[in-house]
Nanobody
Framework: HVQLVESGGGSVQARGSPRLSCTASGFTRGDADMGWYRQGPGCECESVATITSSGSQFYTDSVKGRFTISQDNTKNQVCLQMNSLKPDDTAVYYC?????????????????????????WGRGTQVTVS
């Protein structure tokens, strides 16, 4: 079965530059769009960065120029380099991969990279910026 495992995150000072990694198993990285979502305190889940199966990258406006998503297909891994962090970036960050079921029990479970399916989700990693 598909499994996504995040690493990185933690408590970071403003203007810091942590790196999140997501290692996928149970499917081939190049077969699906992947990316990162986040849910801040009292906020709705939002898509942060996406990298398509062909390598195209998309970012939400608030992180453009600060965050970079990348992939390493040899490791079945997607990473998010976060620079110039702000307190507003404080959130639980979830790794996601397209092609999963809709999941009403997940904070981001109504989101999907593709209109016809939900996403697979990692367990999330907390990033706290102070």
């Amino acid at each position: 079965h598909v499994q996504l495992v995040e690493s990185g995150g933690g408590s970071v000072q403003a203007r810091g530059s942590p790196r999140l990694s997501c290692t996928a198993s149970g499917f081939t990285r190049g077969d699906a769009d992947m990316g990162w979502y986040r849910q801040g305190p009292g906020c709705e889940c939002e898509s942060v960065a996406t990298i398509t199966s062909s390598g195209s990258q998309f970012y939400t406006d608030s992180v453009k120029g600060r965050f970079t998503i990348s992939q390493d297909n040899t490791k079945n891994q997607v990473c998010l380099q976060m620079n110039s962090l702000k307190p507003d970036d404080t959130a639980v960050y979830y790794c996601a991969a397209a092609g999963g079921p809709w999941d009403e029990n997940h904070p981001c479970g109504r989101h999907g990279f593709w209109s016809s399916t939900g996403n697979y989700w990692g367990r999330g990693t907390q990033v706290t910026v102070s």
